[in-house]
C-alpha cells in the first residue's frame, strides 16, 4: 500500500505507522523525507522509541544474542552528541545476509534497519589497543538497532571510554550461557575438525580480558579453555576433551542457520570425552 500525495496523517495514523515500521519506511509511503516524518512526530509529541517500544521490555533470548554478538562482530555505536542514546549496530559479508536478517528479526522491536553496501577495513583493534590498517574493500550486510536507553547503558559497560569514537571494547562482568557462547562463536569462532579443537579469535580483546573469558567460560559453562599468542594478539583455544561437547551444544543453538553450516560441522568421536567431562557440563 502507498501513501503517496497524502496530507499530513492524524496522530492516531502516525502513532499506528510508527509502531509497525521506521522513520525510513513511513518517509518512504508518504514520499517524503524523514525530516518530515520527524517534524510529525514532534508536533504530536511523539518519540519513536516510545511508539515502538511501548511497555516492551527486553527478553532474555535478546540480551543473550546481544551479549554473543558483542563479544564478536556486534557494537554499540559511538554518537557525537554525548547525550544522545547508543544503537547497536552488527555487520557481516553479503554471504551471511541470512545470519544478518536473523539478528535483524530476533531485536524486534528495537531494530531500525538492514541494509546491504560497501565497507572496506579500516583501523582494527589489537589487544586492547587501536592499529591503523586499511584492508580491501568488500560488499557487507548490517542491521542497526533505534537509538535507546538500553544500548546507552550497554555502551557504558563494553567500552573503556564510552564517549571516544576509537574506543577499545572490553569485558564487563557478564553470565554465560549455550546462547550467547553460541552467537558468540558463530562470528569468532573456528572449528578445526582435523585436530578436533576450536579457536576464537579474541584479538580485539587485551590479555586480562582473554584471561576473564577463559575464566567465564569455565564458571558458566563448566569448560576448559587456554589463553594462546600466536603472534597477532590472543586467542582462546578449547581442546579434544571438550570439544564434542562445545560442538553438539553450538551446533544444536545454530542449526537454523545454514549459512553458518560449514562452521558448526563435525563428526562426534565418543571416546574423545570423558564420562567425567560430560557429568561434570551437563549437571551444572
Known sequence: MSFRKLQKPSRDVLASLLNEFTNHDVAEKFGVGIRTIQRWRDSYGLSHVNVRLADHEMTQFQKDLITGCLLGDGSIRWMRNPTWNNRFSFKQTCKRREYVEFVYESL??????????????????????????????????????????????????????????????????????????????????????????????????????VDKLVSIILRD???????????????????????????GRVSGELKHLPCLSKKFDYSPKKSSISIAAVSVVYNC
Open 221 to 247: 559453562l563448566s569448560i576448559e579453555t587456554a589463553r594462546r599468542n600466536w603472534g597477532n594478539g590472543p586467542v582462546i583455544v578449547i581442546g579434544s576433551d571438550y570439544y564434542d561437547i562445545v560442538m
Open 108 to 209: 524486534l522491536p528495537y531494530s531500525s534497519r538492514i541494509f546491504d553496501g560497501k565497507s572496506r577495513k579500516g583501523p582494527i583493534q589489537v589487544d586492547g589497543e587501536i592499529k591503523n590498517g586499511v584492508g580491501k574493500e568488500f560488499q557487507e550486510t548490517a542491521m542497526y538497532t533505534m537509538s535507546c536507553s538500553e544500548f546507552s547503558e550497554m555502551r557504558k559497560a563494553w567500552y573503556a571510554e564510552p564517549h571516544q569514537k576509537n574506543s577499545a571494547k572490553v569485558v564487563p562482568d557478564i553470565q554465560l550461557n549455550w546462547t550467547a557462547f553460541s552467537y558468540w562463536f558463530a562470528d569468532d569462532g573456528s572449528n578445526n575438525r582435523s585436530r578436533r579443537t576450536i579457536t576464537f579469535s579474541t584479538q580485539s580483546f587485551s590479555e586480562t580480558d
